[in-house]
């Protein structure tokens, strides 16, 4: 069974820092792509990057230069360091990850496994 599970969310003043953590278990294809996405209330959940060994990564407009994902493979887990974060960055923060040997893209719906989320409040 696959598991992910995220850490690190938190409130901070806008301008602030964070680093959300993503542990994934249970998957057992080689090739994939791990992901962080968001969601806050009242709105549709919303790519903010992913990554994976083939393509890089990638990174919604909003986040581009603020936001910077990265992975450790022989630990199985995913980081989200968030610099620079404004009021708008509130939301619920989801770890996900896809099978894939090229390409994902940030379409919430493209993807298999998510974890539970964490919250991040972004306050003036």
């Known amino acids: 069974q696959v598991q992910l599970v995220e850490s690190g969310g938190g409130s901070v003043q806008d301008g602030g820092s964070l680093r959300l953590s993503c542990a994934f278990s249970?998957?057992?294809?080689?090739?994939?792509?791990v992901g962080w996405f968001r969601q806050a209330p009242g709105k549709e959940r919303e790519g903010v990057a992913r990554?994976?060994?083939?393509?890089?990564?990638t990174y919604n407009d909003r986040v581009s230069g603020r936001f910077t994902i990265s992975q450790d493979k022989v630990k199985n887990m995913v980081f989200l360091q968030m610099n620079s974060l404004k009021v708008e960055d509130t939301a619920m923060y989801y770890c996900?990850?896809?099978?894939?040997?090229?390409?994902?893209?940030?379409?919430?719906?493209?993807?298999?496994?998510w974890g539970q989320g964490t919250q991040v409040t972004v306050s003036t």
């Open positions: 996900a990850l896809r099978q894939s040997s090229g390409y994902c893209s940030l379409s919430p719906g493209d993807w298999h496994y």
């Open positions: 249970g998957y057992t294809y080689s090739r994939y792509c």
């Open positions: 990554i994976n060994g083939y393509s890089g990564s």
